[in-house]
């Protein structure tokens, strides 16, 4: 190491001889810190992607490597938001893979004190029965007059607020041939 | 604002850098406040009156825009002789149907249309929420009303405007929202004086207004100033409502809502709409102007995208298989009868009502009675776990062992591991891309729906029912790809965009929607985000490529306009209103609309076009009706239809309140929507006897920190670090008057239920002087719930169910309480508690809530439910007063 360079690994030195006089970036930077780099530089992707709390919708950016989340920034592009976002959107990463997230199906018996497992495929077969079991009991063709009615009021749904336009689209369209009336959202709320 | 939607209050911290004047109206002082000009406290449920005020000062003093109120509004239409306003009724107008609780709306037609009444006071149309279908445009009007230009006609809608506000002078704004006259007037001074040609002032308001059971006529009465003052149309103008939820806008356009289809075509009802005819027509009003004469093609082409092949003009498009509705069939209306054994299965996705939704205690104990729910969600919410883990487990009214409800918990994918479109507060739609999978057997909701729809329709494949001929013949083939056979969104995008069935190429606009069977659009007013076969909603061209208005970052309805009714930035001319303030005007060399927006405007019609007699629809506006969705293509300062409770915006005190009505002998709205069910007692409010039982107002928000019920924030660590523990805000003269320590423990009672909080003595809020007394103001924020990695007691818990006659929306921004010292009691003693506070208000099971608290309706009945299936609802009396 010749005295050149061990100088310059002093940090006062380059705070006193080099650009930052104030010691708060490149005077202070530690062998170690220097070969750091941002994980969104080392990403595999990037998906452009959008706040999942308020509607303000402000842009975000997504990184990821190996099938996981590494990273969710603001959207510095964003006309809406220019690269901001609040204390939620700023903890979005942290929701995403939060420890707390359910991964697996549950299932509570009618009288059980504990949930149990239950396989997806299962439980959409089963859903689908009592869906059918609901609308055969509580069908109502015509009214006392013999005007069209073609409707159960045997099921119900709260939510959509959200999802995406797409899945709210599917949600009403498959609920009204159904014959599902009561399906309602947060913005009655 | 700066609390529950940072990011978008730094537009306002720029307007403010640029000289604007901020005022902010809230009972709490919060961050907003604090980056304000001035903050006016409010006593909670009292904004029509401060409002009322300013339309007041306006009218007073001729500060109005004239020429734009002369051009662009009904203030020169002259009304029925009939019509009686609430000065001259002690709060009522003229119409009330005492039996029903609603109005006929003849009286209030302008002159010579009286007998065009649609409405005939059934409260038919409060309980399929019918405000909320005409959120896009007007009730029918014909456009040939009688107009008196000068404004002088005694019954000219200008001064029956300025009689209505009369009495709402500075003082009377200070005796009833305990604003001090000098703070009125700063506010109604800087409002006045920065409207006009050269500048214009902006209104944002958000659930704060909404949660009432006026909360309609809080915005009608924001609507009567902006347009008074000309702010509508025009850059830095508008009224604009701050969502609370990613897709809120999106799931109102395409509604998971009862009453409404996509685009908010209504759904039928029974008997109104036995026919698609009928139906079509009562959207279309034949013969009116604007837009909404094109509804036929809307309508047809929505039923085209359901049910496809299956839907021909023969057959009305399968017109018949559309379920009908008879009344009200609310989220309110479906727990109640949840409670009363009548609902079956229940889906929740992505939302949590046993903490969300008012009168938790309800809402937890109709879950408990299903024989079975769905609840998708990222996280284990309340309303998954109220059966073994709810306020009312520990009270000993579910006992886990003798619930029945059967509960299946899917895991839901984030937002970041799907992809699709969320339509934000503004109506910009914006496409997200998909980052990764979602883990395990979390899944999309358009995977879930997608799926179920596949199994329902292989398990009816060989049913004869004709019930189920709606399901098999339902348009349901969408592309899927990956391992687990996710749907294509843009595949459903594409739909709802709307295409050419012979060719399949997507619409360009919903200009180009058919009634004869030959396109098919899922939401006619998003058509065009596919324009040109390009997802439009995915475009992200940098800010800093583009100018101000930002019209290549994503895609806004309809036709990517970035404000509606902009034809009124123009005069009516065509000319911008000033070269500060030029938006969209017309070009008489180019012949045509231009502008920094696309122009809310055909864009070839001149401002000189006037409509030939006998037109209908778009052709019937001319060239300065800028209000295009409108029936008449004006600005509605007067409504003689189309708003339930009244033509005009009235001060009425909240549902629940301390005080008698200041202005009125009517206390309340008389035509909210209120239950009268075992479960939801109203405390009482003067004139009835014993309010003094809960002294004390409570209203709840937002903290910047937690969203909503908590399902998305309390579960999150840095999040529920940052604000761990369920508090209440109380005044230090509060707390001095109850015994309350900072840091301590208090406890609430209303009611319905009684809940525990740590108490926080601070000058956020301060008690106001309201005609000749003291009323305290308590605050609460309502994320908290049994669940998650901080818990606490639900705000929500504390509120009855009472509803705005229009929208079908709960009072839950204020209610009565009591507050005292120390924790609640827990389990059995805790309904002791509340049983004593019923019993000390009179709050009995037979208990009638009076409606009419004036003579002058001349009769005294108590109007209970107006369901359809009461007898009450077939009584279309003639009007009382």
Same mark, same amino acid.
């Given at each position: 190491?010749?005295?050149?360079?061990?100088?310059?690994?002093?940090?006062?030195?380059?705070?006193?001889?080099?650009?930052?006089?104030?010691?708060?970036?490149?005077?202070?930077?530690?062998?170690?810190?220097?070969?750091?780099?941002?994980?969104?530089?080392?990403?595999?992707?990037?998906?452009?992607?959008?706040?999942?709390?308020?509607?303000?919708?402000?842009?975000?950016?997504?990184?990821?490597?190996?099938?996981?989340?590494?990273?969710?920034?603001?959207?510095?592009?964003?006309?809406?938001?220019?690269?901001?976002?609040?204390?939620?959107?700023?903890?979005?990463?942290?929701?995403?893979?939060?420890? &707390?997230?359910?991964?697996?199906? $549950?299932?509570?018996?009618?009288? *059980?004190?504990? +949930? #149990? =497992?239950? !396989?997806?495929?299962?439980? &959409?077969?089963?859903?689908?029965? $009592?869906?059918?079991?609901?609308? *055969?009991?509580? +069908? #109502? =063709?015509? !009214?006392?007059?013999?005007?069209?009615?073609?409707?159960?009021?045997?099921?119900?749904?709260?939510?959509?607020?959200?999802?995406?336009?797409?899945?709210?689209?599917?949600?009403?369209?498959?609920?009204?041939?159904?014959?599902?009336?009561?399906?309602?959202?947060?913005?009655?709320? | 604002?700066?609390?529950?939607?940072?990011?978008?209050?730094?537009?306002?911290?720029?307007?403010?850098?640029?000289?604007?004047?901020?005022?902010?109206?809230?009972?709490?002082?919060?961050?907003?406040?604090?980056?304000?000009?001035?903050?006016?406290?409010?006593?909670?449920?009292?904004?029509?009156?401060?409002?009322?005020?300013?339309?007041?000062?306006?009218?007073?003093?001729?500060?109005?825009?004239?020429?734009?109120?002369?051009?662009?509004?009904?203030?020169?239409?002259?009304?029925?002789?009939?019509?009686?306003?609430?000065?001259?009724?002690?709060?009522?107008?003229?119409?009330?149907?005492?039996?029903?609780?609603?109005?006929?709306?003849?009286?209030?037609?302008?002159?010579?249309?009286?007998?065009?009444?649609?409405?005939?006071?059934?409260?038919?149309?409060?309980?399929?929420?019918?405000?909320?279908?005409?959120?896009?445009?007007?009730?029918?009007?014909?456009?040939?009303?009688?107009?008196?230009?000068?404004?002088?006609?005694?019954?000219?809608?200008?001064?029956?405007?300025?009689?209505?506000?009369?009495?709402?002078?500075?003082?009377?704004?200070?005796?009833?929202?305990?604003?001090?006259?000098?703070?009125?007037?700063?506010?109604?001074?800087?409002?006045?004086?920065?409207?006009?040609?050269?500048?214009?002032?902006?209104?944002?308001?958000?659930?704060?207004?909404?949660?009432?059971?006026?909360?309609?006529?809080?915005?009608?009465?924001?609507?009567?100033?902006?347009?008074?003052?000309?702010?509508?149309?025009?850059?830095?103008?508008?009224?604009?409502?701050?969502?609370?939820?990613?897709?809120?806008?999106?799931?109102?356009?395409?509604?998971?809502?009862?009453?409404?289809?996509?685009?908010?075509?209504?759904?039928?009802?029974?008997?109104?709409?036995?026919?698609?005819?009928?139906?079509?027509?009562?959207?279309?009003?034949?013969?009116?102007?604007?837009?909404?004469?094109?509804?036929?093609?809307?309508?047809?082409?929505?039923?085209?995208?359901?049910?496809?092949?299956?839907?021909?003009?023969?057959?009305?498009?399968?017109?018949?298989?559309?379920?009908?509705?008879?009344?009200?069939?609310?989220?309110?209306?479906?727990?109640?009868?949840?409670?009363?054994?009548?609902?079956?299965?229940?889906?929740?996705?992505?939302?949590?009502?046993?903490?969300?939704?008012?009168?938790?205690?309800?809402?937890?104990?109709?879950?408990?009675?299903?024989?079975?729910?769905?609840?998708?969600?990222?996280?284990?919410?309340?309303?998954?776990?109220?059966?073994?883990?709810?306020?009312?487990?520990?009270?000993?009214?579910?006992?886990?062992?003798?619930?029945?409800?059967?509960?299946?918990?899917?895991?839901?994918?984030?937002?970041?591991?799907?992809?699709?479109?969320?339509?934000?507060?503004?109506?910009?739609?914006?496409?997200?891309?998909?980052?990764?999978?979602?883990?395990?057997?979390?899944?999309?909701?358009?995977?879930?729906?997608?799926?179920?729809?596949?199994?329902?329709?292989?398990?009816?494949?060989?049913?004869?029912?004709?019930?189920?001929?709606?399901?098999?013949?339902?348009?349901?083939?969408?592309?899927?790809?990956?391992?687990?056979?996710?749907?294509?969104?843009?595949?459903?995008?594409?739909?709802?965009?709307?295409?050419?069935?012979?060719?399949?190429?997507?619409?360009?606009?919903?200009?180009?929607?058919?009634?004869?069977?030959?396109?098919?659009?899922?939401?006619?007013?998003?058509?065009?985000?596919?324009?040109?076969?390009?997802?439009?909603?995915?475009?992200?061209?940098?800010?800093?490529?583009?100018?101000?208005?930002?019209?290549?970052?994503?895609?806004?309805?309809?036709?990517?306009?970035?404000?509606?009714?902009?034809?009124?930035?123009?005069?009516?001319?065509?000319?911008?209103?000033?070269?500060?303030?030029?938006?969209?005007?017309?070009?008489?060399?180019?012949?045509?609309?231009?502008?920094?927006?696309?122009?809310?405007?055909?864009?070839?019609?001149?401002?000189?076009?006037?409509?030939?007699?006998?037109?209908?629809?778009?052709?019937?506006?001319?060239?300065?009706?800028?209000?295009?969705?409108?029936?008449?293509?004006?600005?509605?300062?007067?409504?003689?239809?189309?708003?339930?409770?009244?033509?005009?915006?009235?001060?009425?005190?909240?549902?629940?309140?301390?005080?008698?009505?200041?202005?009125?002998?009517?206390?309340?709205?008389?035509?909210?929507?209120?239950?009268?069910?075992?479960?939801?007692?109203?405390?009482?409010?003067?004139?009835?006897?014993?309010?003094?039982?809960?002294?004390?107002?409570?209203?709840?928000?937002?903290?910047?920190?937690?969203?909503?019920?908590?399902?998305?924030?309390?579960?999150?660590?840095?999040?529920?670090?940052?604000?761990?523990?369920?508090?209440?805000?109380?005044?230090?003269?509060?707390?001095?008057?109850?015994?309350?320590?900072?840091?301590?423990?208090?406890?609430?009672?209303?009611?319905?239920?009684?809940?525990?909080?740590?108490?926080?003595?601070?000058?956020?809020?301060?008690?106001?002087?309201?005609?000749?007394?003291?009323?305290?103001?308590?605050?609460?924020?309502?994320?908290?719930?049994?669940?998650?990695?901080?818990?606490?007691?639900?705000?929500?818990?504390?509120?009855?169910?009472?509803?705005?006659?229009?929208?079908?929306?709960?009072?839950?921004?204020?209610?009565?309480?009591?507050?005292?010292?120390?924790?609640?009691?827990?389990?059995?003693?805790?309904?002791?508690?509340?049983?004593?506070?019923?019993?000390?208000?009179?709050?009995?099971?037979?208990?009638?809530?009076?409606?009419?608290?004036?003579?002058?309706?001349?009769?005294?009945?108590?109007?209970?439910?107006?369901?359809?299936?009461?007898?009450?609802?077939?009584?279309?009396?003639?009007?009382?007063?």
């Amino acid at each position: 190491m010749g005295f050149k360079t061990f100088i310059q690994g002093w940090p006062v030195y380059r705070q006193l001889t080099g650009t930052d006089p104030l010691g708060r970036g490149a005077a202070a930077q530690s062998a170690r810190s220097a070969e750091l780099a941002p994980r969104t530089e080392t990403a595999d992707g990037m998906a452009r992607s959008v706040c999942p709390y308020c509607a303000v919708g402000c842009g975000q950016r997504v990184f990821h490597s190996d099938g996981k989340v590494t990273q969710i920034e603001g959207d510095p592009d964003s006309p809406i938001s220019r690269g901001r976002l609040c204390p939620k959107g700023s903890a979005s990463k942290s929701l995403v893979t939060s420890p &707390l997230r359910q991964t697996k199906v $549950r299932y509570r018996r009618p009288y *059980a004190t504990e +949930w #149990e =497992d239950l !396989d997806l495929d299962v439980a &959409l077969d089963m859903i689908a029965d $009592r869906i059918l079991a609901a609308r *055969a009991e509580t +069908w #109502e =063709d015509v !009214d006392d007059e013999g005007r069209p009615l073609n409707r159960t009021l045997g099921i119900s749904s709260l939510g959509g607020a959200t999802l995406d336009n797409e899945e709210n689209y599917l949600i009403k369209k498959l609920f009204t041939a159904m014959g599902a009336l009561q399906i309602e959202n947060q913005a009655r709320i | 604002m700066a609390e529950a939607h940072p990011v978008g209050f730094q537009w306002v911290m720029e307007a403010k850098k640029r000289g604007a004047k901020v005022f902010h109206v809230d009972p709490r002082f919060t961050r907003t406040s604090a980056l304000a000009d001035t903050y006016l406290p409010i006593r909670a449920g009292t904004d029509i009156a401060l409002l009322g005020g300013v339309v007041r000062y306006i009218l007073e003093n001729e500060l109005d825009f004239r020429e734009y109120v002369l051009a662009y509004t009904n203030a020169a239409n002259i009304v029925s002789e009939q019509f009686v306003d609430t000065e001259d009724l002690d709060g009522l107008f003229s119409g009330y149907n005492p039996d029903t609780g609603s109005y006929d709306h003849a009286s209030w037609q302008y002159e010579g249309q009286e007998d065009n009444a649609k409405i005939r006071g059934t409260g038919k149309e409060r309980d399929s929420a019918s405000g909320l279908e005409h959120e896009s445009h007007g009730e029918p009007v014909p456009a040939q009303a009688p107009r008196d230009e000068t404004l002088q006609h005694p019954r000219c809608v200008y001064q029956i405007l300025k009689r209505h506000f009369s009495r709402y002078t500075p003082e009377m704004v200070a005796r009833v929202c305990g604003i001090p006259e000098e703070k009125f007037l700063e506010l109604a001074r800087a409002w006045t004086e920065n409207s006009g040609r050269e500048r214009t002032g902006a209104l944002v308001y958000s659930v704060g207004w909404t949660q009432h059971s006026v909360g309609v006529q809080y915005i009608r009465t924001g609507s009567i100033i902006q347009t008074l003052l000309g702010n509508m149309g025009r850059p830095g103008g508008g009224i604009l409502a701050l969502r609370g939820h990613a897709s809120i806008q999106g799931s109102t356009d395409i509604p998971t809502l009862f009453n409404l289809l996509p685009g908010y075509l209504p759904m039928p009802h029974h008997a109104d709409h036995p026919t698609f005819d009928e139906w079509v027509d009562s959207i279309r009003h034949p013969g009116q102007k604007g837009f909404w004469g094109n509804s036929r093609a809307f309508a047809a082409s929505l039923l085209k995208a359901y049910w496809g092949d299956a839907a021909t003009p023969e057959n009305d498009f399968c017109y018949g298989y559309m379920p009908r509705m008879t009344g009200d069939h609310g989220t309110y209306q479906q727990v109640l009868n949840m409670i009363d054994g009548r609902v079956k299965g229940y889906f929740l996705l992505g939302q949590n009502p046993a903490v969300g939704s008012a009168h938790g205690r309800a809402q937890r104990l109709g879950m408990a009675n299903l024989d079975w729910l769905v609840v998708r969600d990222l996280f284990m919410i309340e309303s998954a776990t109220f059966w073994k883990n709810s306020p009312e487990v520990a009270t000993g009214e579910i006992v886990p062992e003798e619930c029945r409800t059967e509960v299946f918990f899917l895991p839901a994918a984030s937002h970041v591991e799907k992809e699709g479109t969320f339509t934000q507060t503004q109506r910009l739609l914006q496409w997200r891309e998909k980052a990764v999978d979602p883990p395990g057997d979390a899944r999309s909701e358009l995977w879930f729906f997608y799926h179920l729809g596949r199994v329902l329709r292989e398990k009816l494949a060989a049913s004869t029912e004709r019930r189920d001929r709606a399901l098999l013949d339902l348009a349901w083939d969408y592309p899927t790809h990956g391992p687990h056979a996710e749907p294509s969104a843009e595949a459903v995008l594409k739909e709802i965009n709307g295409y050419e069935v012979a060719t399949g190429r997507p619409l360009n606009a919903f200009g180009e929607a058919r009634d004869d069977g030959s396109t098919a659009i899922g939401c006619w007013i998003y058509s065009g985000v596919y324009a040109d076969g390009v997802n439009q909603a995915a475009r992200r061209r940098s800010r800093h490529e583009q100018d101000w208005v930002a019209a290549e970052w994503g895609w806004a309805w309809p036709a990517n306009r970035r404000t509606l009714y902009n034809r009124a930035s123009a005069d009516p001319d065509g000319r911008p209103w000033s070269e500060r303030k030029k938006y969209v005007w017309w070009d008489a060399d180019a012949g045509e609309w231009t502008g920094y927006d696309v122009p809310d405007f055909e864009k070839t019609k001149p401002p000189s076009y006037r409509p030939p007699e006998g037109a209908s629809g778009p052709a019937a506006l001319a060239g300065d009706d800028p209000f295009v969705m409108q029936g008449d293509g004006k600005a509605w300062l007067y409504a003689p239809s189309g708003v339930l409770d009244g033509p005009l915006p009235t001060h009425y005190e909240p549902a629940e309140s301390p005080m008698r009505n200041p202005l009125y002998g009517q206390q309340a709205n008389p035509t909210r929507k209120i239950y009268e069910h075992p479960i939801n007692r109203m405390n009482p409010s003067p004139p009835e006897p014993h309010s003094q039982v809960f002294p004390y107002v409570f209203t709840v928000s937002r903290l910047t920190e937690h969203h909503t019920a908590g399902g998305m924030s309390r579960t999150v660590s840095r999040l529920a670090e940052l604000q761990p523990e369920m508090f209440v805000e109380v005044s230090p003269e509060l707390a001095g008057e109850v015994g309350l320590a900072h840091l301590g423990w208090a406890h609430l009672i209303s009611g319905r239920a009684v809940i525990e909080a740590r108490v926080l003595v601070t000058d956020r809020l301060t008690p106001l002087r309201v005609d000749g007394r003291i009323i305290h103001q308590v605050w609460l924020p309502y994320h908290f719930g049994t669940e998650g990695l901080v818990t606490g007691d639900s705000a929500n818990d504390l509120f009855g169910i009472t509803l705005d006659p229009n929208v079908l929306i709960q009072e839950s921004k204020v209610g009565t309480c009591d507050i005292r010292p120390g924790r609640r009691p827990t389990g059995p003693p805790l309904l002791d508690l509340v049983g004593d506070y019923q019993r000390r208000a009179a709050m009995t099971a037979d208990r009638k809530v009076p409606m009419v608290t004036t003579d002058a309706a001349g009769g005294d009945d108590a109007a209970g439910s107006t369901d359809e299936q009461s007898p009450a609802a077939h009584q279309d009396g003639e009007p009382h007063a």
